[in-house]
């Protein structure tokens, strides 16, 4: 099927080496062109291996995905743009559907929702609240959608309708429980600085209620149970998030009161 809108991809990463290799390999020779976003501070193989690859490779140290995201749409063409991270992987479904969809003179959306399968501890994870995850990742990078500035859980903005593709992209989650736990740590701090900013004040329901829920609702609402070990561990440590979220909140609001 004959494109009649160019395509470019664009990967975000910064010591990506064990999975840089794969997401490329997966858009090698179906997109028009490829980008990296690394960040400057990347100490491993991931330019390197990035470099046997055609690619244009943007450099600038990482605060936020939403920012290191921008910045490179900003540096890149006013085209169709496929956004990936580094660890996943594009299907050959969602590849026959994004052709399908830029073989059309004008397509109807700016943007488009695509579905993402999870894996997780070795297993694609099938419950846990994982079920429903897509993500808005096939833009037209005109200006019109861009991440908003937030620290955490950014999600693409469009003042346009958003519509939806078949395929999936496959997203191998973390190596690891220690790489796991490290997101978690990192996102936990950039929670409570948002909820500072916003003036939340945690209590016993924030630290007691809302970790308990959160367990109840991925083990036994959303089905984890069914997804085994892994859904355990997956329901425990959102709960433990939310917990240590509202920890560190209570930290910020100790500093200040000390300084």
Known sequence: ???????????????????????????????????????????????????AYPVTIFRHPYDTPARQKNRALDQMPSQWTLILDADEEVTQHLRQAIDSLLSRPAPQHKAYWI??????????????????????????????????????????????????????????????????????????????????RKGTNPSMFHFVVKPMFRFIKHYFIQLGILDGIPGLAISTIQAWAVFERYLKLRDLYNQTNAS
């Open 1 to 51: 099927m004959t494109r009649l809108h160019p395509l470019q991809v664009l990967i975000t990463a910064g010591n990506e080496e064990a999975n840089i290799a794969r997401v490329l390999q997966s858009v090698h020779g179906w997109a028009d062109s490829i980008y990296l976003m690394l960040d400057a501070r990347s100490t491993d193989r991931t330019e390197s291996i990035a470099s």
């Open 115 to 196: 579905r993402r399968k999870n894996q997780f501890m070795g297993r694609w994870i099938r419950y846990s609240g994982w079920q429903g995850d897509s993500v808005v990742r096939l833009i037209l990078n005109d200006g019109t959608c861009r991440y908003p500035d937030v620290l955490v859980h950014e999600e693409m903005e469009c003042p346009t309708p958003i519509g939806r593709l078949d395929g999936h992209i496959l997203h191998y989650t973390y190596q690891g429980l220690d790489q796991y736990m490290k997101k978690i740590h990192r996102y936990a701090s950039w929670q409570s600085q948002e909820l500072y």
